[in-house]
């Protein structure tokens, strides 16, 4: 326990950092930063890391995109989630956490499909198939 917990603090500064990093290349898509977060995922399945690799992917691109448009929010004032929200009939807030929260799945979802792919127990319950 005190090892997945100690893998998982050192994983979620490191998600973080590469999710800010790949933030700042403007030649690639806006889900481009999904490619590091899955290369992440494969090393810490391939150096055996005990992370809850879905729990810290999400929370990483949560903060990361949240912080992100609340910044936005903050340096124009307003007016681009006011008029993004009135396209969508809801407030500011309502935006930011969405957006939180469609980069925290997707940044779920590819740390643990990268973990997924190396693990070394991804067949461990093949078995119970073969009745």
């Known amino acids: 326990m005190k090892k997945r917990i100690a893998d998982n603090l050192k994983v979620a500064p490191l998600l973080l950092l590469v999710i800010l990093l790949t933030g700042q290349m403007d030649f690639l898509p806006w889900w481009g930063f999904i490619v590091p977060v899955i290369l ?7 150096l055996n890391l005990q992370i809850a690799a879905f729990t810290i992917g999400f929370l990483s691109g949560f903060i990361v ?28 807030i309502v935006v930011i956490l969405l957006s939180g929260l469609v980069c925290g799945l997707l940044s779920g979802l590819g740390l643990y499909a990268g973990r997924l792919l190396f693990s070394q127990n991804r067949f461990r319950s093949s078995a119970a198939w073969e009745d």
Do not use: D, P
Request: hydrophobic share 50%; glycine share 18%; charged share 5%.
């Open 40 to 46: 992440i995922g494969i090393l810490s399945a391939l």
């Open 65 to 92: 995109w949240a912080g992100a448009s609340y910044y936005f929010e903050y340096a124009f004032g307003g007016t681009m989630f006011h008029k993004l929200g009135a396209l969508m009939s809801v407030s500011g």
